[in-house]
């Protein structure tokens, strides 16, 4: 018993930077509260005392804000960041080393009696508010985006975000000379992690992809014909006027089919 309460703690270390010491730990963390009642909670209902179990975890929601149906089944190292206002049914299966935030909700979408309630696989995490309703599985690894509302199935390591939840495709790394002209301009989409996906940045990150790499066709394009005829000027383009706010950016020099870069 003693094991697994130091292997809570040290989940509790491993994944909130705010936690100091393992007092504070023990004293201020509602949701490892929530998972050590529903510990007793969960031995009570499979062992047959049934109001009891109900009666103990109804105890746990009154002090801690977390709701457990005895009857639900979670791994080891299951971590309730902040804890308050979550919700987890009956029939819910939780794997090992799984995070939920504040406000998220393992329901069902069903009165009929049986499995109704969401499996997640090892290592998911799920974001704050977020609601995933009904009897399928979340894979392995998987991730639930803040206040998404999750009704099917999310593959293993995904990323799945909005109403109805869907699956956000992985964005590739930027090239050398993309990053560095971004830095430049004082403007870097690609900062964004799979943890923080956003549309909106996303397709400016395509779209400024797509600019630089017709700029470098082009400036290809110049210098063939300049070979070809001397008399075709090599390509000179305009100076990019910048914002205010990047005037004091670091000029960024990348490698154009091995030669500088020219000024933009």
Same mark, same amino acid.
Request: proline share 9%; charged share 15%.
């Given at each position: 018993m003693f094991a697994r309460i130091r292997e809570d703690i040290a989940s509790v270390f491993d994944r909130d930077p705010a936690a100091r010491n393992t007092w504070e730990?023990?004293?201020?963390y509602p949701g490892l509260h929530a998972l050590w009642g529903h510990r007793v909670s969960h031995w009570l209902w499979t062992h047959g005392c049934?109001?009891?179990?109900?009666?103990?975890s109804n105890l746990a929601r009154w002090l801690t804000g977390v &709701?457990?149906?005895?009857?639900?089944?979670?791994g080891r190292r299951f971590f309730i960041d902040h804890g308050m206002g979550v919700v987890i049914g009956e029939t819910a299966e939780i794997g090992d080393d799984v995070t939920l935030y504040h406000g998220v909700t393992?329901?069902?979408?069903?009165?009929?009696?049986?499995k109704r309630h969401p499996t997640l696989g090892n290592r998911v995490v799920v974001g704050a508010g977020a609601k995933i309703l009904g009897p399928f599985t979340v894979g392995e690894g998987a991730r639930v985006g803040s206040?998404?509302?999750?009704?099917? &199935?999310v593959p293993p390591g995904a990323?799945?975000?909005?109403i109805p939840a869907r699956v956000v495709q992985e964005r590739a790394e930027p090239s050398p000379a993309v990053a560095a002209v971004a830095k430049r301009m004082g403007f870097d989409a690609y900062g964004l992690s799979r943890d923080m996906?956003?549309?909106?940045?996303?397709?400016?990150?395509?779209m400024f992809d797509h600019v630089q790499r017709l700029d470098e066709q082009l400036v290809k394009i110049c210098r063939l014909l300049h070979e070809v005829d001397s008399r075709m000027p090599e390509l000179e383009l305009s100076k990019l006027e910048?914002?205010?706010?990047?005037?004091?950016?670091?000029?960024?020099?990348?490698?154009?089919?091995?030669?500088e870069r020219p000024k933009v």
């Open positions: 730990v023990l004293t201020c049934k109001w009891l179990a109900r009666f103990n &709701e457990i149906h005895p009857g639900a089944s979670i393992l329901g069902g979408v069903s009165w009929n009696k049986g206040n998404s509302v999750v009704v099917r &199935e990323t799945v975000v909005g996906p956003d549309p909106v940045a996303n397709a400016v990150s395509v910048l914002p205010d706010f990047c005037a004091d950016a670091p000029p960024a020099l990348d490698s154009l089919a091995g030669n």
